[in-house]
Protein backbone atom coordinates (compact mmCIF):
# COMPACT_ATOMS: atom_id res chain seq x y z
CA UNK A 1 0.00 0.00 0.00
CA UNK A 2 2.63 2.38 1.10
CA UNK A 3 4.81 1.39 -1.98
CA UNK A 4 2.17 2.02 -4.03
CA UNK A 5 0.85 5.69 -2.83
CA UNK A 6 4.94 6.64 -3.11
CA UNK A 7 5.29 5.26 -6.84
CA UNK A 8 1.74 7.37 -7.26
CA UNK A 9 3.48 10.19 -5.70
CA UNK A 10 6.77 10.13 -7.78
CA UNK A 11 5.00 9.55 -11.05
CA UNK A 12 2.63 12.81 -10.21
CA UNK A 13 6.37 14.62 -9.68
CA UNK A 14 7.39 13.57 -12.60
CA UNK A 15 4.82 14.83 -14.65
CA UNK A 16 5.48 18.20 -12.45
CA UNK A 17 8.82 17.89 -12.79
CA UNK A 18 8.61 17.68 -17.05
CA UNK A 19 6.16 20.94 -16.56
CA UNK A 20 8.42 22.68 -14.24
CA UNK A 21 11.60 21.75 -16.10
CA UNK A 22 10.06 22.94 -19.05
CA UNK A 23 9.17 26.47 -17.48
CA UNK A 24 12.75 26.47 -16.22
CA UNK A 25 14.14 26.34 -20.30
CA UNK A 26 16.32 29.19 -19.16
CA UNK A 27 17.12 28.23 -15.55
CA UNK A 28 21.19 29.46 -15.36
CA UNK A 29 21.83 25.59 -15.26
CA UNK A 30 20.27 24.50 -18.47
CA UNK A 31 21.02 27.57 -20.37
CA UNK A 32 24.75 27.27 -19.03
CA UNK A 33 25.04 23.79 -20.60
CA UNK A 34 23.76 25.07 -24.01
CA UNK A 35 26.29 28.08 -23.99
CA UNK A 36 29.27 25.40 -23.46
CA UNK A 37 28.28 22.34 -25.43
CA UNK A 38 31.42 21.35 -25.91
CA UNK A 39 32.50 20.84 -22.32
CA UNK A 40 32.30 17.87 -20.61
CA UNK A 41 29.31 17.79 -17.53
CA UNK A 42 29.39 20.58 -15.39
CA UNK A 43 28.30 18.43 -12.31
CA UNK A 44 28.49 15.20 -10.95
CA UNK A 45 26.18 12.82 -13.03
CA UNK A 46 23.45 10.83 -10.47
CA UNK A 47 24.03 13.24 -7.37
CA UNK A 48 22.48 16.24 -5.80
CA UNK A 49 23.38 18.51 -2.70
CA UNK A 50 20.27 18.76 -0.68
CA UNK A 51 19.18 20.86 1.87
CA UNK A 52 16.85 19.94 4.65
CA UNK A 53 14.57 22.21 6.96
CA UNK A 54 14.99 20.02 9.66
CA UNK A 55 18.88 18.91 9.56
CA UNK A 56 20.41 16.33 6.91
CA UNK A 57 20.34 13.58 9.88
CA UNK A 58 16.92 14.10 10.46
CA UNK A 59 13.95 11.83 9.69
CA UNK A 60 12.32 14.73 7.10
CA UNK A 61 15.47 13.92 4.90
CA UNK A 62 15.21 10.22 5.17
CA UNK A 63 11.64 11.17 4.02
CA UNK A 64 12.03 12.99 1.12
CA UNK A 65 15.31 10.67 -0.30
CA UNK A 66 12.91 8.02 0.05
CA UNK A 67 10.40 9.64 -2.13
CA UNK A 68 12.89 10.42 -4.70
CA UNK A 69 14.53 6.71 -4.46
CA UNK A 70 17.66 8.38 -3.51
CA UNK A 71 20.03 7.38 -0.83
CA UNK A 72 22.18 9.85 1.12
CA UNK A 73 26.10 9.43 0.52
CA UNK A 74 27.07 11.63 3.04
CA UNK A 75 26.05 14.58 5.45
CA UNK A 76 28.32 17.50 4.36
CA UNK A 77 30.53 20.17 6.82
CA UNK A 78 27.16 23.04 6.78
CA UNK A 79 24.23 21.95 9.04
CA UNK A 80 21.70 20.97 7.06
CA UNK A 81 23.56 20.06 3.77
CA UNK A 82 23.71 16.18 2.61
CA UNK A 83 25.35 14.85 -0.56
CA UNK A 84 22.57 11.86 -2.38
CA UNK A 85 22.62 9.01 -5.28
CA UNK A 86 19.63 9.43 -7.16
CA UNK A 87 18.38 6.05 -8.32
CA UNK A 88 19.58 4.83 -11.83
CA UNK A 89 17.20 6.82 -14.72
CA UNK A 90 16.37 9.70 -12.65
CA UNK A 91 18.16 13.26 -14.34
CA UNK A 92 19.44 15.59 -12.28
CA UNK A 93 17.08 18.63 -13.25
CA UNK A 94 14.23 15.98 -12.63
CA UNK A 95 15.32 15.09 -9.61
CA UNK A 96 15.79 18.96 -8.42
CA UNK A 97 12.15 19.27 -9.34
CA UNK A 98 11.02 16.69 -7.25
CA UNK A 99 12.73 17.72 -4.06
CA UNK A 100 11.69 21.34 -4.97
CA UNK A 101 7.71 19.87 -4.61
CA UNK A 102 8.57 18.72 -0.55
CA UNK A 103 7.96 21.24 2.56
CA UNK A 104 11.09 20.09 4.03
CA UNK A 105 12.96 20.70 1.42
CA UNK A 106 15.17 24.25 1.55
CA UNK A 107 17.32 23.52 -1.57
CA UNK A 108 17.94 21.01 -4.10
CA UNK A 109 20.96 21.78 -6.61
CA UNK A 110 23.68 19.71 -8.47
CA UNK A 111 26.91 19.12 -7.49
CA UNK A 112 28.84 21.25 -9.66
CA UNK A 113 32.37 20.72 -10.70
CA UNK A 114 34.94 23.16 -9.84
CA UNK A 115 38.25 23.70 -12.30
CA UNK A 116 41.36 25.63 -11.40
CA UNK A 117 41.55 28.42 -13.81
CA UNK A 118 44.34 27.78 -16.16
CA UNK A 119 46.83 30.17 -16.91
CA UNK A 120 47.27 31.07 -20.65
CA UNK A 121 51.12 31.14 -21.41
CA UNK A 122 50.68 34.13 -23.45
CA UNK A 123 54.31 35.56 -25.41
CA UNK A 124 53.07 39.54 -25.20
CA UNK A 125 53.78 39.59 -21.01
CA UNK A 126 57.61 39.74 -21.14
CA UNK A 127 58.40 41.57 -17.49
CA UNK A 128 60.77 40.20 -15.00
CA UNK A 129 58.22 37.71 -12.76
CA UNK A 130 58.42 39.83 -10.06
CA UNK A 131 57.13 42.92 -10.89
CA UNK A 132 54.12 42.69 -8.53
CA UNK A 133 55.67 43.31 -5.23
CA UNK A 134 56.76 46.56 -6.45
CA UNK A 135 53.88 47.64 -8.28
CA UNK A 136 51.64 47.24 -5.17
CA UNK A 137 53.40 48.95 -2.89
CA UNK A 138 54.97 45.97 -0.99
CA UNK A 139 58.88 47.74 -0.45
CA UNK A 140 57.23 50.51 1.49
CA UNK A 141 54.80 48.68 3.30
CA UNK A 142 57.66 46.28 4.86
CA UNK A 143 58.69 48.93 6.35
CA UNK A 144 55.73 49.14 8.32
CA UNK A 145 54.90 45.36 8.98
CA UNK A 146 56.86 42.16 7.07
CA UNK A 147 53.78 40.14 8.76
CA UNK A 148 53.07 37.82 11.18
CA UNK A 149 53.68 34.18 12.15
CA UNK A 150 50.17 34.80 14.59
CA UNK A 151 48.13 35.24 10.59
CA UNK A 152 46.60 32.15 8.95
CA UNK A 153 46.15 31.63 5.62
CA UNK A 154 44.20 28.92 4.37
CA UNK A 155 45.03 28.56 0.66
CA UNK A 156 42.55 26.32 -1.47
CA UNK A 157 43.92 25.12 -4.21
CA UNK A 158 46.34 22.19 -5.43
CA UNK A 159 47.78 21.32 -2.59
CA UNK A 160 51.44 23.01 -1.42
CA UNK A 161 54.53 21.69 -1.14
CA UNK A 162 55.26 22.46 2.49
CA UNK A 163 59.02 21.09 2.29
CA UNK A 164 60.01 23.65 -0.42
CA UNK A 165 62.86 25.98 1.22
CA UNK A 166 61.26 29.10 1.03
CA UNK A 167 57.48 27.58 2.43
CA UNK A 168 58.51 25.72 5.06
CA UNK A 169 59.65 28.56 7.33
CA UNK A 170 55.89 29.80 6.37
CA UNK A 171 53.79 26.90 6.66
CA UNK A 172 50.79 26.40 9.13
CA UNK A 173 51.44 23.26 11.65
CA UNK A 174 48.44 22.01 13.65
CA UNK A 175 50.10 22.17 17.20
CA UNK A 176 47.26 20.22 18.83
CA UNK A 177 47.61 17.02 16.19
CA UNK A 178 49.98 14.54 16.74
CA UNK A 179 51.58 13.27 12.31
CA UNK A 180 50.97 9.70 11.62
CA UNK A 181 49.18 8.03 14.59
CA UNK A 182 46.06 7.18 13.34
CA UNK A 183 44.35 9.07 16.10
CA UNK A 184 42.09 12.64 16.34
CA UNK A 185 44.22 14.22 18.90
CA UNK A 186 42.84 16.81 18.48
CA UNK A 187 39.19 15.96 18.48
CA UNK A 188 38.39 18.28 15.58
CA UNK A 189 36.68 14.97 13.68
CA UNK A 190 40.23 14.79 11.13
CA UNK A 191 42.68 12.29 11.53
CA UNK A 192 45.92 13.18 11.59
CA UNK A 193 45.91 17.04 9.75
CA UNK A 194 48.99 18.28 10.65
CA UNK A 195 49.42 19.96 7.78
CA UNK A 196 45.92 20.75 6.68
CA UNK A 197 43.51 18.27 4.77
CA UNK A 198 43.25 17.29 1.11
CA UNK A 199 39.54 17.10 0.40
CA UNK A 200 39.67 15.65 -3.27
CA UNK A 201 41.04 12.07 -1.91
CA UNK A 202 40.01 12.97 1.96
CA UNK A 203 43.48 12.15 3.22
CA UNK A 204 45.38 14.10 5.91
CA UNK A 205 48.34 15.31 3.34
CA UNK A 206 47.64 18.16 1.00
CA UNK A 207 51.40 17.65 -0.69
CA UNK A 208 50.31 18.11 -4.51
CA UNK A 209 50.58 15.64 -6.80
CA UNK A 210 53.17 15.88 -10.27
CA UNK A 211 51.60 18.11 -11.87
CA UNK A 212 49.68 20.00 -9.35
CA UNK A 213 52.24 23.00 -9.29
CA UNK A 214 49.46 25.82 -9.04
CA UNK A 215 48.91 25.98 -5.40
CA UNK A 216 52.55 25.95 -4.26
CA UNK A 217 52.68 28.76 -6.83
CA UNK A 218 50.04 30.94 -5.23
CA UNK A 219 51.15 30.00 -2.10
CA UNK A 220 54.60 31.24 -2.70
CA UNK A 221 53.00 34.72 -3.63
CA UNK A 222 50.93 34.53 -0.40
CA UNK A 223 53.92 34.35 1.92
CA UNK A 224 57.32 32.57 0.22
CA UNK A 225 59.55 33.40 3.03
CA UNK A 226 61.20 36.92 2.92
CA UNK A 227 64.95 38.26 3.54
CA UNK A 228 65.83 34.44 3.72
CA UNK A 229 68.13 34.59 0.75
CA UNK A 230 66.51 31.73 -1.21
CA UNK A 231 64.50 32.18 -4.49
CA UNK A 232 61.30 34.42 -3.86
CA UNK A 233 59.93 36.35 -1.08
CA UNK A 234 55.78 36.48 -1.04
CA UNK A 235 53.85 39.75 0.14
CA UNK A 236 53.93 38.76 3.32
CA UNK A 237 57.63 37.70 4.58
CA UNK A 238 55.75 36.13 7.45
CA UNK A 239 52.81 34.46 7.76
CA UNK A 240 51.25 30.67 8.54
CA UNK A 241 49.67 29.08 5.17
CA UNK A 242 46.95 26.03 5.77
CA UNK A 243 47.30 23.94 2.22
CA UNK A 244 43.57 23.09 1.74
CA UNK A 245 43.46 20.23 -1.38
CA UNK A 246 40.43 20.22 -3.61
CA UNK A 247 41.72 19.07 -6.32
CA UNK A 248 43.80 15.88 -7.64
CA UNK A 249 47.14 17.11 -10.25
CA UNK A 250 44.49 17.34 -13.10
CA UNK A 251 42.78 20.27 -11.84
CA UNK A 252 39.39 20.11 -13.64
CA UNK A 253 37.64 18.19 -11.32
CA UNK A 254 36.47 19.63 -7.73
CA UNK A 255 33.01 20.02 -6.83
CA UNK A 256 30.55 21.68 -4.36
CA UNK A 257 30.82 19.26 -1.85
CA UNK A 258 34.31 19.20 -1.55
CA UNK A 259 34.26 23.01 -1.44
CA UNK A 260 31.37 23.04 0.81
CA UNK A 261 33.57 20.37 3.40
CA UNK A 262 36.83 22.54 2.96
CA UNK A 263 34.86 25.82 3.73
CA UNK A 264 33.24 24.34 6.76
CA UNK A 265 36.96 23.07 7.84
CA UNK A 266 37.86 26.28 7.56
CA UNK A 267 35.72 27.77 9.36
CA UNK A 268 35.93 25.05 11.70
CA UNK A 269 39.60 25.45 12.73
CA UNK A 270 38.86 29.51 12.94
CA UNK A 271 36.14 28.89 15.33
CA UNK A 272 38.31 26.64 17.89
CA UNK A 273 41.15 29.61 17.73
CA UNK A 274 43.42 29.51 15.03
CA UNK A 275 43.98 32.82 13.35
CA UNK A 276 42.35 32.53 9.88
CA UNK A 277 41.87 35.98 8.68
CA UNK A 278 41.68 35.30 4.62
CA UNK A 279 41.34 31.98 2.18
CA UNK A 280 42.95 31.85 -1.28
CA UNK A 281 40.63 30.99 -4.08
CA UNK A 282 42.09 30.57 -7.20
CA UNK A 283 39.46 28.83 -8.83
CA UNK A 284 36.20 28.91 -10.18
CA UNK A 285 34.60 29.94 -14.11
CA UNK A 286 32.23 28.75 -16.29
CA UNK A 287 32.36 25.75 -18.65
CA UNK A 288 33.30 24.48 -14.81
CA UNK A 289 31.27 26.06 -11.77
CA UNK A 290 28.19 26.57 -14.66
CA UNK A 291 25.43 27.72 -11.87
CA UNK A 292 24.71 29.63 -8.91
CA UNK A 293 25.62 27.40 -6.23
CA UNK A 294 23.79 28.23 -3.12
CA UNK A 295 25.49 24.97 -0.95
CA UNK A 296 29.21 26.82 -1.93
CA UNK A 297 27.94 30.04 -1.03
CA UNK A 298 26.02 29.44 2.06
CA UNK A 299 29.63 28.28 2.79
CA UNK A 300 31.63 31.27 1.95
CA UNK A 301 28.68 33.34 3.87
CA UNK A 302 29.50 31.41 7.33
CA UNK A 303 33.27 31.78 7.01
CA UNK A 304 32.63 35.50 6.76
CA UNK A 305 30.49 35.50 9.50
CA UNK A 306 33.47 33.52 11.44
CA UNK A 307 35.61 36.75 10.57
CA UNK A 308 37.22 35.26 7.12
CA UNK A 309 37.45 37.46 4.07
CA UNK A 310 37.58 34.89 0.89
CA UNK A 311 39.40 36.03 -2.31
CA UNK A 312 38.53 35.02 -5.35
CA UNK A 313 39.65 34.99 -9.50
CA UNK A 314 37.39 36.90 -11.33
CA UNK A 315 38.28 33.90 -14.45
CA UNK A 316 40.67 34.10 -17.27
CA UNK A 317 37.69 34.31 -20.10
CA UNK A 318 38.15 37.80 -20.91
CA UNK A 319 34.51 38.28 -19.94
CA UNK A 320 32.45 41.16 -18.46
CA UNK A 321 31.13 38.96 -15.72
CA UNK A 322 28.39 41.79 -14.88
CA UNK A 323 26.71 40.74 -18.08
CA UNK A 324 28.02 37.17 -18.84
CA UNK A 325 24.96 34.89 -18.81
CA UNK A 326 27.61 32.19 -17.56
CA UNK A 327 29.92 34.51 -15.18
CA UNK A 328 32.81 33.39 -12.85
CA UNK A 329 31.44 31.22 -10.30
CA UNK A 330 31.84 31.76 -6.94
CA UNK A 331 33.66 35.34 -7.49
CA UNK A 332 30.60 37.17 -8.84
CA UNK A 333 28.64 36.39 -5.76
CA UNK A 334 26.99 39.10 -3.45
CA UNK A 335 28.60 37.77 -0.72
CA UNK A 336 30.13 40.61 1.91
CA UNK A 337 32.85 38.52 2.53
CA UNK A 338 34.39 38.07 -0.91
CA UNK A 339 36.88 39.96 -2.88
CA UNK A 340 36.94 39.68 -6.66
CA UNK A 341 40.04 39.70 -8.12
CA UNK A 342 40.98 40.31 -12.01
CA UNK A 343 44.94 40.79 -13.08
CA UNK A 344 47.00 43.12 -14.41
CA UNK A 345 50.09 43.23 -16.44
CA UNK A 346 53.68 44.64 -15.59
CA UNK A 347 51.80 48.14 -17.14
CA UNK A 348 48.76 48.00 -15.17
CA UNK A 349 46.99 47.32 -18.59
CA UNK A 350 44.44 44.64 -18.40
CA UNK A 351 45.86 41.31 -19.00
CA UNK A 352 44.50 39.76 -21.84
CA UNK A 353 42.41 36.81 -20.58
CA UNK A 354 41.26 38.76 -17.35
CA UNK A 355 37.61 39.08 -16.87
CA UNK A 356 36.03 42.16 -15.22
CA UNK A 357 32.95 43.39 -14.09
CA UNK A 358 32.50 46.88 -12.93
CA UNK A 359 29.84 45.69 -10.09
CA UNK A 360 30.87 41.88 -9.95
CA UNK A 361 34.76 42.41 -10.09
CA UNK A 362 36.40 44.72 -6.90
CA UNK A 363 39.90 45.31 -8.29
CA UNK A 364 43.24 44.31 -9.99
CA UNK A 365 46.36 43.07 -9.09
CA UNK A 366 49.42 41.75 -10.83
CA UNK A 367 48.18 38.84 -12.64
CA UNK A 368 50.66 37.97 -15.54
CA UNK A 369 54.01 36.54 -15.98
CA UNK A 370 54.53 36.08 -11.88
CA UNK A 371 57.29 34.18 -10.74
CA UNK A 372 56.69 32.39 -7.53
CA UNK A 373 57.99 28.52 -5.90
CA UNK A 374 56.80 25.63 -7.81
CA UNK A 375 56.13 21.94 -6.61
CA UNK A 376 59.05 20.01 -8.48
CA UNK A 377 61.36 19.96 -6.14
CA UNK A 378 62.38 22.07 -2.64
CA UNK A 379 64.09 24.99 -4.97
CA UNK A 380 61.70 25.09 -7.86
CA UNK A 381 60.25 28.33 -9.34
CA UNK A 382 58.49 29.30 -11.93
CA UNK A 383 56.49 31.83 -14.03
CA UNK A 384 53.07 31.63 -14.96
CA UNK A 385 49.64 33.76 -15.86
CA UNK A 386 46.28 34.09 -14.56
CA UNK A 387 43.71 35.88 -12.26
CA UNK A 388 44.88 32.73 -10.15
CA UNK A 389 48.16 34.50 -9.82
CA UNK A 390 46.49 37.91 -8.98
CA UNK A 391 43.98 36.85 -6.42
CA UNK A 392 47.14 35.52 -4.04
CA UNK A 393 48.69 39.06 -4.02
CA UNK A 394 45.06 40.40 -2.60
CA UNK A 395 45.06 37.55 -0.05
CA UNK A 396 48.46 38.43 0.74
CA UNK A 397 47.74 42.03 1.63
CA UNK A 398 44.78 41.19 3.43
CA UNK A 399 47.12 39.04 5.71
CA UNK A 400 49.50 41.60 5.67
CA UNK A 401 47.15 44.23 6.82
CA UNK A 402 45.58 41.53 9.27
CA UNK A 403 49.33 41.67 10.81
CA UNK A 404 49.43 45.23 10.72
CA UNK A 405 45.60 45.89 12.19
CA UNK A 406 45.21 42.67 14.16
CA UNK A 407 41.53 44.89 15.07
CA UNK A 408 39.79 45.51 11.71
CA UNK A 409 36.73 43.31 10.96
CA UNK A 410 36.25 41.33 7.43
CA UNK A 411 34.27 44.71 6.39
CA UNK A 412 37.06 46.86 7.37
CA UNK A 413 40.16 44.78 5.62
CA UNK A 414 38.10 44.44 2.16
CA UNK A 415 36.74 48.26 2.25
CA UNK A 416 40.65 48.87 3.04
CA UNK A 417 42.04 47.04 0.48
CA UNK A 418 39.14 48.87 -1.92
CA UNK A 419 39.16 52.43 -0.87
CA UNK A 420 43.02 52.46 -1.31
CA UNK A 421 43.65 51.24 -4.95
CA UNK A 422 45.65 53.39 -7.27
CA UNK A 423 42.99 54.26 -9.82
CA UNK A 424 44.12 53.73 -13.46
CA UNK A 425 42.74 54.87 -16.54
CA UNK A 426 43.30 51.46 -18.08
CA UNK A 427 40.89 49.98 -15.27
CA UNK A 428 37.71 52.70 -15.54
CA UNK A 429 34.85 51.07 -15.84
CA UNK A 430 36.14 47.08 -15.91
CA UNK A 431 35.88 46.75 -11.72
CA UNK A 432 34.46 48.27 -9.29
CA UNK A 433 37.67 50.19 -7.77
CA UNK A 434 38.52 51.36 -10.96
CA UNK A 435 42.08 50.70 -9.99
CA UNK A 436 45.08 47.61 -9.04
CA UNK A 437 45.68 46.86 -5.16
CA UNK A 438 47.77 49.51 -3.56
CA UNK A 439 48.88 47.35 0.24
CA UNK A 440 51.40 50.07 1.63
CA UNK A 441 48.10 52.73 0.92
CA UNK A 442 45.66 50.66 3.08
CA UNK A 443 48.46 49.99 5.68
CA UNK A 444 48.84 53.85 5.64
CA UNK A 445 44.95 55.06 6.04
CA UNK A 446 42.81 51.35 6.57
CA UNK A 447 39.13 51.99 6.52
CA UNK A 448 37.62 50.89 9.94
CA UNK A 449 34.15 50.51 9.07
CA UNK A 450 31.11 51.03 11.58
CA UNK A 451 27.84 50.63 11.04
CA UNK A 452 26.34 54.18 12.55
CA UNK A 453 22.83 53.42 13.42
CA UNK A 454 22.05 57.20 14.75
CA UNK A 455 22.48 55.56 18.45
CA UNK A 456 19.03 53.25 18.18
CA UNK A 457 20.04 49.55 18.66
CA UNK A 458 16.16 48.43 18.95
CA UNK A 459 12.78 49.35 17.73
CA UNK A 460 9.36 49.07 19.68
CA UNK A 461 6.22 48.07 17.68
CA UNK A 462 3.05 48.78 19.36
CA UNK A 463 -0.02 46.56 18.09
CA UNK A 464 -0.12 43.11 16.68
CA UNK A 465 -0.84 44.11 12.73
CA UNK A 466 0.86 43.45 10.19
CA UNK A 467 3.40 46.01 8.92
CA UNK A 468 6.85 47.21 7.49
CA UNK A 469 9.07 49.37 9.20
CA UNK A 470 12.99 50.71 8.11
CA UNK A 471 15.80 51.85 9.27
CA UNK A 472 19.17 53.23 8.28
CA UNK A 473 22.77 52.48 8.67
CA UNK A 474 25.68 55.28 7.70
CA UNK A 475 28.84 53.49 6.99
CA UNK A 476 31.98 54.11 4.73
CA UNK A 477 32.46 53.55 0.99
CA UNK A 478 33.23 49.83 -0.02
CA UNK A 479 31.89 48.74 4.05
CA UNK A 480 29.61 45.64 2.80
CA UNK A 481 27.32 43.97 5.13
CA UNK A 482 24.57 41.62 5.03
CA UNK A 483 21.51 41.97 6.94
CA UNK A 484 19.74 39.14 8.42
CA UNK A 485 16.62 38.23 10.64
CA UNK A 486 16.83 35.50 13.13
CA UNK A 487 12.84 35.22 13.30
CA UNK A 488 10.39 33.74 11.16
CA UNK A 489 8.40 36.58 11.68
CA UNK A 490 10.36 39.36 11.12
CA UNK A 491 11.73 39.03 7.35
CA UNK A 492 14.04 41.81 5.30
CA UNK A 493 12.62 43.20 2.09
CA UNK A 494 14.88 43.36 -1.16
CA UNK A 495 18.13 42.79 -1.13
CA UNK A 496 19.59 42.26 2.16
CA UNK A 497 23.11 42.89 0.52
CA UNK A 498 24.75 46.48 1.45
CA UNK A 499 27.24 48.67 0.88
CA UNK A 500 28.20 51.91 2.40
CA UNK A 501 24.91 53.95 3.21
CA UNK A 502 21.48 51.84 3.06
CA UNK A 503 17.84 51.89 4.47
CA UNK A 504 16.94 48.57 5.96
CA UNK A 505 13.13 47.93 5.42
CA UNK A 506 11.68 45.00 7.04
CA UNK A 507 8.62 43.19 7.43
CA UNK A 508 6.72 42.20 10.21
CA UNK A 509 3.97 39.65 10.08
CA UNK A 510 0.18 39.94 12.16
CA UNK A 511 1.09 38.94 15.67
CA UNK A 512 -1.61 35.92 15.86
CA UNK A 513 -0.04 34.75 19.37
CA UNK A 514 -1.41 37.82 20.71
CA UNK A 515 1.82 37.89 23.36
CA UNK A 516 4.55 40.02 23.02
CA UNK A 517 7.17 38.92 20.64
CA UNK A 518 11.20 40.02 19.91
CA UNK A 519 13.22 39.53 16.95
CA UNK A 520 17.01 40.09 16.23
CA UNK A 521 18.39 41.56 12.98
CA UNK A 522 21.55 41.27 12.56
CA UNK A 523 24.06 43.45 10.09
CA UNK A 524 27.95 43.78 9.96
CA UNK A 525 28.35 42.89 13.50
CA UNK A 526 25.83 44.78 14.90
CA UNK A 527 22.20 43.89 16.09
CA UNK A 528 18.58 45.77 16.40
CA UNK A 529 16.63 44.45 18.44
CA UNK A 530 12.63 44.68 17.30
CA UNK A 531 9.84 43.91 20.48
CA UNK A 532 6.53 43.81 19.02
CA UNK A 533 3.45 43.84 22.09
CA UNK A 534 -0.12 44.03 22.19
CA UNK A 535 -1.17 47.64 22.14
CA UNK A 536 -3.06 47.08 25.61
CA UNK A 537 0.73 47.12 27.02
CA UNK A 538 0.30 50.98 26.99
CA UNK A 539 1.38 53.68 24.85
CA1 LIG B 1 42.46 16.29 14.08
CA1 LIG C 1 47.10 12.22 15.10
CA1 LIG D 1 62.78 33.61 0.01
Redesign the pocket.
Known sequence: MKIKFISAFVLAAFVLAMIVTAQKRSDSVLRKVEVEPSKTEPYVPGELLVKIRGGAESRAAANANELVGATQLEQLGMPGWQRVKLPEGLTVDSAIAVYDTLADVQYAQPNFYYHLLATPNDPQFTSSGMYGLTKIGAPQAWDLSTGSSSVVVADIDSGMLYTHQDLAPNAWI?TG?IAGNGV?????G??D?VRGWDFFYNVADPTPGGSGGHGTHTAGTIGAAGNNGLNVAGVNWNVKIMPIKIYSPAGTDSTSSMLVNAYAYVRMMKLRGVNIRATNNSYGNCGEACGYDQATKDGIDAMGDAGIVSCFAAGNDNNNNDTNPAPSYPSVYTSPSIIAVAASTSTDAKASFSSYGLTTVDLAAPGSNVLSTWNTSNTATNTISGTSMATPHVTGAVALLSAYRPDLSVASLKASLLNNVDVLPAWAGLVKTGGRLNIFKAMQNPTVCTFDTGGIDSIRIRGLRARDLSFNVTAAANCDYMVKSDSPWLTINGNNVFSSNGTVSFHVTANTTGAARTATISFGGRTMIVRQMPSATRD
Request: glycine share 10%.
Open positions: NEDDDGNFVD
